[in-house]
């Protein structure tokens, strides 16, 4: 049972271009959102998170958006850079406690950024 | 700084025999979380200790368990492996216990069951 949805493998675009990652989810608890980039042989990286009392949230090219009515969130990278080429995973969590008090993740997206 | 480190980096067991992964967490973090990552998937949480008690227990059977030592450090055991078990393990540290701060991953023990 995937709480955590990452439909797409993978996801290639050119740089400069925006980078459009999608994440579903099906738990209601889940309150608290994070995203992690991984390079092959490295550990994730924590990019951004956003909280379900928020609808969007920014950190420099990166901007996460949250549609609580539809259990939506997608992390939108602008312009892309090569160096951005990784797997990126979303992860949910609830904040009050109980069996979803743990990170939950998705699958992942290997994004490609082309030259 | 140094970040959270994992020994060994790759491992090569037989089937039944057991296992110990080693995690030393980022110096001030007393939160350490194991993960399982198999192939094509996301990271499976396994445990999570937070001054060194157990805090939280994913689905995994009880052949998997971990401790958490006076100076935050702490072990993933396996016993009676399965090649089931051949997967990437990650440990993550993080300076609470909530999961809404960011948890700071290690690069991984690759373990290969035979």
């Known amino acids: 049972d995937q709480q955590v949805k990452q439909n797409s493998p993978s996801l290639s675009v050119q740089e400069g271009r925006i980078s459009i990652l999608n994440c579903d989810y099906t738990?209601?608890?889940?309150?608290?959102f994070l995203w992690y980039k991984k390079y092959p042989a490295e550990g994730p990286t924590f990019l951004i998170s956003?909280?379900?009392?928020?609808d969007k949230n920014e950190d420099g090219r990166f901007t996460v958006f949250l549609n609580k009515s539809a259990k939506h969130l997608s992390l939108h990278i602008v312009p892309s850079q090569p160096g951005d080429s990784a797997v990126y995973f979303c992860?949910?969590?609830?904040?009050?406690?109980?069996?979803?008090?743990?990170?939950?993740f998705g699958k992942g997206t290997l994004l490609t950024v082309n030259p | 700084d140094a970040g959270v480190t994992q020994s060994p980096t790759h491992l090569i067991k037989t089937r039944g025999q057991h296992v110990t992964l080693r995690c030393s967490p980022i110096?001030?973090?007393?939160?350490v979380s194991w993960y399982q990552q198999v192939l094509g998937q996301g990271p499976q949480f396994i445990f999570q200790?937070?001054?060194?008690?157990?805090?939280g227990r994913g689905n995994f059977p009880d052949r998997f368990s971990a401790r958490q030592f006076p100076n935050y450090s702490s072990e993933l055991n396996v016993n009676a492996l399965l090649l089931g078990d051949s997967a990437l393990y990650l440990c993550?540290?993080?300076?609470?216990?909530?999961?809404?701060?960011?948890?700071?991953f290690g690069d991984g023990t690759r373990l290969s069951i035979l």
């Open positions: 993550a540290s993080s300076s609470a216990r909530g999961w809404n701060q960011p948890q700071h």
């Open positions: 738990n209601s608890m889940f309150d608290y």
């Open positions: 956003i909280s379900s009392i928020k």
């Open positions: 992860a949910a969590t609830t904040t009050s406690g109980g069996s979803n008090y743990k990170l939950t």
């Open positions: 110096s001030g973090h007393k939160s």
């Open positions: 200790y937070y001054e060194k008690e157990e805090r």
